[in-house]
């Protein structure tokens, strides 16, 4: 599997939910479990972006 934010070959991808995009640990910014079964992650991208950086601290 190759992460869409650096390109590079990874065993383990997770989900950002803001661009869509599979990222890997290195290109993960923060992540969370607000729920039990819910896990969220931001990439560095989005979490440069203020609206979404909002958003993600909301949840």
């Known amino acids: ?17 803001f661009c869509d995009r599979n990222v890997c640990v ?14 969220l992650v931001i990439c560095k991208d989005c979490w440069s972006n203020l609206d979404k950086r909002s958003k993600y601290k909301s949840m």
Do not use: A, G, Q, Y
């Open 26 to 39: 290195n290109c993960t910014k923060s992540s969370k479990k607000p729920e039990k079964t819910k896990h």
């Open 1 to 17: 599997m190759m992460c869409e934010r650096c390109k590079k070959e990874v065993h383990f991808l997770e989900k950002d939910i």
